[in-house]
């Protein structure tokens, strides 16, 4: 699968353990199997591919060939994103996005910056 240990998702893990917190990866029993997770502190953290997740920015430009297919399909990702989303805030858990093109180098450290914040509040 696309959405499996990626490597933005494996930057940001690294980053999260480099601070002390600690995390289960792909939580079955959660909603759409949250990509990181806290348990401690009732945070779950996902990381977007921006292509497969459709985020809207450079990256997520779509093929020429099959665009329809490939708009309706990639639109239908964003959508699930969105309902478990909804569902894991209805079962109290705090959920912190993070897309994939945040963490290129002119962005990461301003990303992560973000990420400590929202964390804390
Ligand atoms: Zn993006």
């Known amino acids: 699968m696309n959405s ?3 490597k ?3 930057i940001v893990r690294k980053k999260l353990f ?3 917190y600690r995390y289960k990866i792909h ?3 959660l909603p759409g199997r949250p990509d990181i997770v ?3 502190l009732k945070i779950i953290i996902n990381v977007h591919g921006c292509y497969w997740h459709y985020h809207g920015c450079e990256k997520s430009r779509l093929p020429k060939t ?5 708009l309706t399909r990639l639109e239908n990702n964003k959508k699930r994103d969105f309902f478990n989303k909804q569902k ?3 079962l109290g858990w705090k959920v912190i996005d993070i897309w994939e093109c945040t963490l290129n180098k002119s962005n990461i450290a301003k990303t992560f910056e973000r990420l400590e914040h929202q964390i804390a509040v």
Do not use: C, M, Q, V
């Open 4 to 6: 499996k240990n990626t």
């Open 8 to 10: 933005p998702e494996i």
């Open 18 to 20: 480099s601070k002390g």
């Open 27 to 29: 939580d079955k029993k």
């Open 38 to 40: 806290i348990p401690k």
């Open 66 to 70: 099959r665009a329809e297919y490939w």
């Open 88 to 90: 894991l805030i209805k």
